[in-house]
């Protein structure tokens, strides 16, 4: 999707971007360039580091405006420079934001323009983290997040998936279009403000044996990114996530679970607190009716062992099925006649809402940072929302789904009046 969808929310929005050291400074350029086609002001501070990356005329050329790259500037410190653009600025971002940089922004250093300014402003605070995927786990990162997210810093990403490095893994800097759709949602608060979301994500896994299992190839990006979106919102969210390797969204409580079993009773023992529900968690529809207590052993003289399956829980329709339910968002998977499928499915299960894409299809759907949607309502209600980033169609379910669950509850309160 363009960063023109977000001009009615960025249009004219001072944005001081930070960019710190790290091989993920590349993209901040064309995040640079999305920014001013979403109609924002940018200025570009630079740290050291970033410097080996990028240089400060390539962010010059892009914004039109001067790059800052230090404190001991005496031209410029002669009238304060650094105040001056902590005043300026509406909306810090910090991107990339490298594991030296969200240390010292949680240790309160002022030791560098970019650290001075993140403190000397009163503008919100955004970071985009962007480093090894064993950096991003290690426990001194992890502690200096908490202390940010504490503060009230927003942080959009990481994404996971392959690293300059050669490693896998969480670290990846989000894309600069997601970035801009996740700035444009924080300029929107409120849309699902006092509303209680719950979203279930991941695949379940369904033990065999000690060592084997059933499972399927959801890595849970949908479901964390709708998450994010909620919560960038206003929304108390609650995410539980089947078995994934993705970091927790900022202000989203997260229950991790294994199998359909668990989901189903961590899902059904939060769905009648909540204003909406949504499932995009991509739950086994069959599991082994009996789990070998010991490892199935291989033998070239026998057959293969026979595994009887049984139905797991159904998840959506308990949810939708409640006396008192919550808005109910599902999501249909097909890898053929998808909105044939994926309509059957809505009316069977008496859904509000279903997001229906193929799966199979290169690049989107399972294990990818995109993905391409088809909502499906009552009536022969359908929007096509197309392929874009997953973040990005996230922020655009979470409008829709607050727009209907108010016209659900106009339409209510009139009828209680009649």
Known sequence: ???????????????????????????????????????????????????????????????????????????????????????????????????????????????????????????????????????????????????????????????????????????????????????????????????????????????????????????????????????????QVTLIAGPVHLPTPARVQRIDVRCAREMHAQVMAHAAGADIYIGAAAVADFRPLAVAAGKIKKSPNSAPPTVELETTEDILAAVAALPQRPFTLGFAAETADVEHFARAKLERKRLDLIAANQVGAPGAGFDSQDNALLLLGANGWRQDLGRAPKIVLAVQLIQIIAQRLAARDAAAAVGARA
């Open 1 to 235: 999707m363009s960063a023109d969808a977000y001009v009615s929310e960025l249009a004219g929005l001072k944005v001081l971007l930070g960019v710190s050291g790290g091989i993920g400074a590349y993209k901040a350029a064309e995040l640079v360039r999305r920014l001013g086609d979403a109609g924002a002001q940018v200025r570009v501070v630079m740290t050291a580091g970033a410097q080996h990356f990028v240089t400060p005329l390539t962010f010059q050329a892009l914004s039109g405006n001067p790059v800052r790259t230090t404190l001991w500037d005496s031209a410029a410190e002669a009238a304060m420079g650094h105040i001056e653009l902590a005043r300026w600025a509406d909306q810090v971002l910090v991107a990339p934001a490298s594991a030296n940089t969200i240390a010292r922004l949680a240790h309160g250093l002022g030791d560098d323009l970019l650290a001075t300014l993140c403190l000397a402003t009163n503008a919100p605070l955004a970071i985009a983290p962007a480093m090894n995927q064993q950096m991003w786990a290690h426990p001194a990162t992890q502690s200096n997040m908490e202390t940010l997210i504490a503060r009230g810093v927003a942080v959009l990403g990481p994404d996971s998936g392959g690293q300059a490095c050669g490693e896998f893994g969480p670290g990846r800097l989000m894309e600069p279009t997601a970035i801009v759709a996740a700035l444009a949602a924080l300029r929107v608060p409120g849309v699902l403000a006092g509303r209680k979301v719950l979203v279930s994500a991941g695949p379940t896994f369904e033990d065999i044996d000690p060592v084997r299992f059933i499972g399927n190839r959801s890595s849970g990006r949908m479901g964390f990114a709708l998450a994010a979106a909620a919560a960038a919102a206003g929304a």
